[in-house]
């Protein structure tokens, strides 16, 4: 089969390619939706894409069908489709499951043709209290479980997922393509910025920055790293435009993946030191000081972070 079934004009930029938003050049009118999604390739000829709009997945379009890499809201699948259909004509069959926050893993049922379904244990447990997965849609829960790693596929297309322990969430997996040197690190790297750690699913403000401080550690040979969130700096064309074209989400150099780590360490231990020496929450959240070299990093979270983190001290 042919993968690429419809040619796309690509536009170098740097080492990656740029191309048209499939739903876009097709002229799929959402006018009365504010849902976008705009699907780019990692590198030229290679099927690897990262589809963006809500939250960054990635998919690989094999000759045995689709698999996708974390997953939309639910109700955002028709975009998703309208996009793979672009390059090939095989159908979403595996889904990998990052963590359970229900905006990341509702989307689940929009695929009735995906076979094969992988998670963490714990992300599993959590999906399926959800109301999303009741009734017939229970066939859209995890069928394929990790614990603590586990190997899909093989050669160019080998993908090797990890569990290093608790930190968005309670189940957070790290998807490893290592013939591409690319690792998506989903919500535990969301961007460049303090996480949303997602509590209600068992995240941890203090756990996160251990487990990705474990990843950096364990990891090799990796190059990029797809993170979990649009990047707002990325250029965007008006969605609206026929010709429109959408410049590659960013990814991170593994050298910024390991500056990550070392934020979120900095981060907690001066919300620690501002706990030891007796200051409420609201006082640390106030004079809170970062390093320099964080300064192009978004603290907009800071007091909910901080708040976290003091109720798990607290306890």
């Excluded at 460049?192 to 750690?197: E, I, R, T, Y």
Aim: charged content about 25%.
């Amino acid at each position: 089969m042919n993968r690429q079934r419809r040619w796309v004009a690509p536009i170098a930029c740097g080492v990656t390619l740029v191309v048209v938003s499939i739903a876009a050049a097709m002229g799929v009118a959402h006018a009365q939706d504010a849902r976008v999604v705009k699907m780019q390739t990692l590198n030229v000829r290679d099927i690897l894409y990262v589809l963006t709009g809500n939250n960054n997945i990635l998919a690989l379009m094999r000759d045995e069908g689709v698999l996708l890499v974390d997953n939309k809201p639910v109700g955002w699948g028709k975009l998703v489709v309208e996009n793979i259909q672009g390059v090939t004509d095989q159908p979403v069959v595996t889904i990998i499951n990052t963590h359970a926050s229900p905006e990341h893993v509702s989307g689940n049922v929009d695929y009735p043709t995906a076979k094969e379904i992988v998670a963490h244990s714990n992300t599993k447990a959590r999906m399926e209290s959800l109301d999303a997965f009741k009734g017939p849609n229970a066939r859209a829960l995890p069928n394929k479980i990790v614990t603590d790693r586990l190997t899909l596929l093989d050669g160019l297309d080998r993908i090797d997922l990890y569990y290093f322990g608790n930190a968005y969430t309670d189940g957070d997996l790290v998807v490893v393509f290592p013939e591409k040197r690319l690792a998506h690190f989903g919500d535990l790297f969301p961007s460049k910025a303090l996480p949303a750690v997602d509590t209600a699913n068992g995240g941890s403000v203090i756990a996160i920055a251990e487990t990705v401080a474990k990843a950096v550690a364990e990891l090799k040979n990796i190059a990029r790293v797809t993170t979990g969130r649009v990047d707002a700096s990325a250029s965007m064309a008006d969605p609206r435009s026929p010709s429109a074209i959408f410049a590659n989400p960013r990814t991170m150099t593994w050298a910024e993946t390991q500056e990550y780590s070392e934020f979120l360490k900095d981060f907690v231990a001066s919300v620690r030191q501002a706990f030891a020496a007796g200051k409420t929450a609201e006082q640390a959240a106030a004079t809170l000081q970062m390093p320099e070299r964080y300064k192009g990093y978004d603290l907009s979270r800071a007091k909910e972070n901080i708040e976290k983190i003091y109720r798990e001290l607290g306890k």
